[in-house]
């Protein structure tokens, strides 16, 4: 698995994953609440914040993923 582009803000998450296979990734990017993902540009949900950490699936290949916490 490999992550490039990693880039933080306060209320927006991106980065860049590669890998054969499927994976699910962990951030602790907020603190709390909901925020909305999207990969390669499409919606694909809203992760849920517990304790300060989210977790979601990225399907295997080459993807573009960003969370953004709406104010």
């Not at 994953?17 to 603190?31: C, H, L, M, N, W």
């Not at 909305?36 to 993807?63: C, Q, S, T, W, Y």
């Amino acid at each position: 698995m490999v992550v490039r582009q990693y880039e933080q803000r306060s209320s927006r998450l991106s980065f860049t994953i590669k890998g054969e296979q499927p994976v699910q990734v962990t951030t602790a990017e907020f603190d709390s609440g909901e925020v909305n993902l999207r990969i390669d540009g499409r919606a694909a949900g809203k992760v849920g914040m517990a304790r300060g950490l989210g977790r979601f699936d990225v399907p295997g290949g080459e993807h573009i993923v960003e969370l953004v916490k709406e104010p």
